[in-house]
């Protein structure tokens, strides 16, 4: 049970535009940046979005997150297929130690 | 460019220890946090450890306390995570990853651990 919740699966059509929900507490989310991370099938995780808001150089502008209270989302806009894969949030928890949610993975159809 | 690189993964009994090893390169290790993340077969991210940059300030997940211990050497650009008594559910790909603001940005490729008899 992961410590912040997040939907198991996900899916759209390419050019769709899809959420994925982050769900935490005052402890995580609720008092530090939310991140998110892309795990393509059998590589290691990849940074997509960090402080909440916030992407990395080379990182599409089709990739969107935003976090009010306890709870954040991540927006993938114009879908396409490369963008098959896991993507999990992640916070830093007042009890120091940091958490993820259980990954959503997301089809492309 | 920023690379890490796990080494000292394989095979280990239950009960038995194991070290793992977390080689940097591609920018000032002692400037950086660095943390431990595992993923067992078929499963989710659990992160695992991080360790300051001086060292001197280590964090622990509840489920590896007490029997994991993170270290680093800051003259060989490598951080270490030490796990003792291991069972099966520590079976697991290891991740070492560069910490930005508590938690990872940067990930090296991981390190298989199997525990089994």
């Known amino acids: 049970q992961s410590v912040l919740t997040q939907p198991p699966s996900a899916s759209g059509t390419p050019g769709q535009r899809v959420t994925i929900s982050c769900s935490g507490s005052s402890s995580n989310i609720g008092s530090s940046y939310v991140y998110w991370y892309q795990q393509l099938p059998g590589t290691a995780p990849k940074l997509l979005i960090y402080?909440?808001?916030q992407r990395p150089s080379g990182v599409p502008d089709r990739f969107s997150a935003s976090k009010s209270g306890t709870s954040a989302s991540l927006a993938i806009s114009g879908l396409r297929s490369e963008d098959e894969a896991d993507y999990y949030c992640?916070?830093?928890?007042?009890?120091?130690?940091?958490?993820f949610g259980g990954g959503t993975k997301l089809t492309v159809l | 460019q920023v690379q890490l690189v796990e080494s000292g993964g394989g095979v280990v009994q239950p009960g038995r220890s194991l070290r793992l090893s977390c080689a940097a390169s591609?920018?000032?290790?002692?400037?950086?946090?660095i943390h431990w993340v595992r993923q067992a077969p078929g499963k989710g991210l659990e992160w695992v450890a991080v360790i300051s940059s001086d060292g001197t300030n280590k964090y622990y997940a509840d489920s590896v306390k007490g029997r994991f211990t993170v270290s680093r050497d800051k003259s060989k650009n490598t951080a270490y995570l030490q796990m003792n008594s291991l069972s099966g559910e520590d079976t697991a790909l290891y991740y070492c990853a560069r910490d930005d603001r508590w938690l990872p940005d940067y990930w090296g490729q991981g390190t298989l651990v199997t525990v089994s008899s």
């Open positions: 402080m909440d808001d």
């Open positions: 992640a916070a830093w928890d007042d009890s120091l130690s940091g958490v």
């Open positions: 591609g920018f000032t290790f002692s400037n950086y946090p």
